[in-house]
């Protein structure tokens, strides 16, 4: 087992013994807690010098549940007070509100110095409460309790400086970036638009979504055409479509990956009206934005893509996502998926807990360097940071750098909890935090390859099985976002 494992489920376990040696209100008991304590705070220190502080899934969370749960048992002693605690948690609320605001518009918000300082000033305050509690039960002089009172005052108040502080920079950080990000692209200005709706998605059997594809139509002055799901979905259109310079694909996200794969439209910019079940494209071309708002005029802004293309055993296919693993498996049990939209997904996702494999070895040749990733459960490979359902993944990415982003869930510990550690990186993900067992990835280009084949799927389709798979960027595509 890693350095950073052992000593992480050391410093889990040793917690409900610090927090009975407090209860037990004697000196010796006392002094054995401020021991343990400083042991686990050095402890993460020891993890961090080890150079393995990412291979524990526990680890980033363990000082967070250590300083808290102390901090409550000092409270509940009457020797802590409730508003330093409040504003301490609050903080963390507040920063990972503020981590899913950036999140919606691809900003990766790392933590700052001053949220740094306000974990080392917590561990400051423990050590005072953890000193006064012993001189206290140890009949020491009052001098000294009255020196361990005022320390302990000095750290509560520079403590919540600190978070109040941490938490206006995160804000205007945020705030920053968010205005910065908005003046990205180029202005389109207003020309021939040309919609094509796929009448069979089941977002087009929803009054409120065909009420707003009407005021989409109506206020861009736009000709609306349907296509078939059937055949060539695009092929009964090929004579208009090189009249209009803008084409708005009205459907699902496996809509827009055929417009993709269809030549005549590699050369159009083209938007996304969502009308499908997932519309995991929506969280891209219209980052922070709810439904309502396609129904208001806006302007779009265009911008480059990359367009990816993966190459397995049965064939090629371009693509602007991809996931190897138990999310391919979640499309595979997803019969009639554009039936029920979510529900469909959800009960997929349930059966998968038990009717899948999540526990795969990959050799990955990234740019001609090889990694093992032995227990992977799940792997996104794309150029758009999809999760499904407007949630990211991809935590830091450039949509046209010429480069494909992976994000892979290596477990490092037992393999029994790999479908637990999927449901865990659903919140981690959306919140932009590379903590354990997330690895975020990045090359031209990326190849994979498992002795057991793996499931696939691409752009919400499911693919199949295979034992290798290439992915690269093949061109780019001019796309209109807001």
């Keep these: 087992m890693a350095i950073a494992n052992t000593v992480t489920i050391i410093r889990m376990a040793l917690l409900p013994i610090v927090i009975y040696s407090i209860f037990q209100e004697s000196e ?11 042991f686990m705070v050095f402890s993460e220190y020891i993890i ?3 150079g393995q502080k990412d291979n524990s899934f526990l680890d980033p969370f363990s000082d967070k549940v250590m300083i808290v749960c102390l901090l409550i048992v ?41 949220g740094k300082g306000t974990k080392v000033v917590q561990y400051f305050i423990l050590f005072f409460l953890f000193i006064k509690d012993y001189l206290v039960y140890g009949s020491f002089e009052d001098e000294l309790i009255a020196l361990a009172d005022s320390g302990l005052y000095v750290f509560i108040l520079l403590g919540m400086l600190l978070a109040v502080f941490s938490m206006g920079l995160f804000g205007y950080t945020c705030w920053k970036a968010v205005n910065l990000k908005k003046t990205e692209g180029k202005e389109v200005e207003e020309s021939k638009m040309l919609i094509l709706a796929n009448s069979k998605s089941r977002g087009y ?9 009407r005021l989409f139509v109506r206020k861009r002055k736009a000709e609306l055409h349907y296509i078939s799901p059937n055949g060539g ?3 009964e259109h090929k004579k208009i479509i090189p009249k209009f310079p803008l084409i708005v694909v009205a459907g699902g996200d496996g809509s827009f990956e055929s417009a993709l794969n269809y030549s005549p439209l590699k050369r159009k910019a083209l938007g996304f009206f969502p009308l499908g079940a997932g519309n995991a494209f929506y969280s891209y071309f219209y980052k922070g934005k709810g439904f309502a708002y396609l129904g208001s005029k806006f302007q779009f802004k265009e911008k480059m893509l990359d367009v990816l293309e993966l190459e397995w055993e049965k064939g090629k296919k371009q693509t602007l996502f991809s996931s190897i693993g138990i999310d391919a498996e979640v499309i595979r049990l997803t019969k009639e998926r554009t039936v029920r939209g979510f529900w469909d ?8 807990i038990v009717k899948v494999r999540s526990d795969y070895d990959f050799e990955l040749v990234i740019d001609g360097k090889k990694q093992l990733w032995e227990n992977c459960c799940n792997i996104t490979l794309a150029k758009v ?5 407007g949630m990211r993944s991809l935590i830091n990415y450039s949509p046209d750098d010429g480069k494909v982003y992976g994000l892979g869930i290596v477990n490092k510990h037992s393999s ?16 932009r935090l590379e903590y354990p067992p997330l690895i975020s990835i990045n090359g031209k280009e990326i190849m994979l390859k498992s002795e057991v084949p793996f499931p696939i799927q691409a752009g919400g389709e499911f693919l199949g099985y295979s034992q290798w798979l290439k992915i690269k960027v093949v061109r780019q595509q001019r796309v209109l976002v807001i």
């Design 28 to 38: 010796a008991w006392a002094l054995f807690g401020l021991i343990l304590f400083v």
């Design 48 to 50: 961090h010098r080890s």
């Design 74 to 114: 000092f409270m509940a002693q009457g020797t802590f007070g409730i508003l330093p605690l409040l504003v301490f948690i609050l903080r963390d609320f507040v920063v990972n509100g503020i981590r899913t605001i950036g999140s919606r518009y691809d900003i990766v918000l790392t933590e700052d110095i001053y």
């Design 205 to 213: 059997h929803d009054g409120l979504r065909r009420r707003l594809l």
């Design 233 to 235: 979905m695009f092929n």
């Design 345 to 352: 997904y959800f009960n997929a996702s349930l059966k998968s």
């Design 385 to 389: 940071p999809y999760y499904g359902y």
């Design 416 to 431: 029994l909890l790999n479908k637990f550690l999927r449901v865990w990186c659903l919140v981690l993900a959306p919140l």
